[in-house]
């Protein structure tokens, strides 16, 4: 199995400009999280899904961010318009509900370095 | 809510030390806790999980015992190499929910 993917790996942009970041799941997995990564505020959960549903958005920083699920197989995450403060790193996570009890582990992808000029 | 704090780095050891990293947390019932690994450009990686209390979870010579009463899950290993130059999370999960609660992380530097 390929692993949880994700590109690009790496993103500049100017501030302003619309930022895609893509994930693909390992397959058979009904569960996809992402995440951002800064030094000042750590690992933060910015949305999750399950079987393409967003279930928890809590973590979406603003309006200018939203998160889409149009198949099992494909997430992306949106910047729009970007500032220079969602310069970050960008991980997606995947699992499956095999058990009841939770200790499930979420694979996680490589991450997208996003820098915002 | 549920949180994790650990042990605040860097920490820098030389090859063979033993390794210890502090972690506690805070939550309703009794969540599942994990610590993950992230290599230099990489993504997160789960090295040991325990589920209920008194679990020891181990992986590649690191261990971690679930505390019920201290609430604790504190990592440790006896003879680090250089290999294990990385930074290690620790993390809980609420039977509640699918949310992963991590701890702010901690680099470990370990020379030869």
């Not at chain 1, 000042?40 to 309006?63: A, H, K, Q, T, W």
Request: hydrophobic share 35%; net charge negative.
């Amino acid at each position: 199995d390929a692993g949880v993917i994700q590109s690009p790996r790496h993103e500049v942009t100017e501030m302003g400009q619309e930022v895609t970041l893509r994930c693909k799941p390992i397959s058979g997995h009904d569960y996809l999280f992402w995440y951002r990564q800064t030094m000042m505020r750590g690992l933060e959960l910015l949305i999750y899904f399950n079987n393409n549903v967003p279930i928890d958005d809590s973590g979406m920083p603003e309006d200018r961010f939203s998160a889409k699920m149009p198949n099992a197989s494909f997430s992306t995450l949106k910047i729009q318009p970007s500032e220079p403060r969602d310069s970050a790193v960008y991980f997606c996570a995947s699992t499956s509900d095999v058990t009841a009890r939770g200790d499930n582990e979420q694979f996680f992808g490589p991450g997208t370095r996003l820098t915002v000029l | 809510g549920d949180s994790v704090t650990q042990m605040e780095g860097p920490v820098t050891l030389s090859e063979e030390a033993f390794l210890t990293i502090n972690c506690t947390y805070t939550a309703t019932g009794y969540p599942s806790l994990f610590w993950y690994v992230q290599y230099p450009g990489e993504g997160l990686q789960l090295l040991l999980k325990a589920t209920k209390a008194d679990d020891k979870g181990s992986n590649k010579g690191f261990e971690a015992t679930y505390r019920k009463e201290t609430t604790s899950f504190h990592l440790e290993k006896g003879s680090v190499q250089v290999s294990d130059s990385a930074v290690y999370f620790c993390a809980l999960r609420s039977l509640r929910d699918y949310k992963l609660s991590f701890g702010a992380g901690t680099t470990v530097t370990v020379r030869a």
